[in-house]
Nanobody
Framework: QVQLVESGGGLVQAGGSLRLSCAASGRIFSINAMGWYRQAPGKQRELVAA???????NYTDSVKGRFTISRDNARNTVYLQMNSLKPEDTGVYYC????????????WGQGTQVTVSE
């Protein structure tokens, strides 16, 4: 069984920074893409940033230039550095990982709350 455990959320003022971490543990042979999604109240879950098992990254337009996704393959961990935070960044942030070699399985973390005040 695979578990994803997020940490690093919290309350911050607009313009501040937070760093989210997500560590994968369990029976892991290969982690392919990893990513961060967020869900604001009353809205659908959306992709914020993703990173392949190499160095290719992808960001939603609203966070480009402010957020940076990275990963430590030795620790099976993905990070999301969030700078210049805005109130519209508020939401529950979920970690996602595509794991497997011949058979790919998608896993989700439990979510961590990020609240950005005015």
């Amino acid at each position: 069984q695979v578990q994803l455990v997020e940490s690093g959320g919290g309350l911050v003022q607009a313009g501040g920074s937070l760093r989210l971490s997500c560590a994968a543990s369990g029976r892991i042979f290969s982690i392919n893409a990893m990513g961060w999604y967020r869900q604001a109240p009353g809205k659908q879950r959306e992709l914020v940033a993703a990173i392949t098992n190499g160095v290719r990254t992808n960001y939603t337009d609203s966070v480009k230039g402010r957020f940076t996704i990275s990963r430590d393959n030795a620790r099976n961990t993905v990070y999301l550095q969030m700078n210049s935070l805005k109130p519209e960044d508020t939401g529950v942030y979920y970690c996602n990982a595509d794991i497997g070699v011949l058979r790919h399985v998608n896993y989700w973390g439990q979510g961590t709350q990020v609240t950005v005040s005015e």
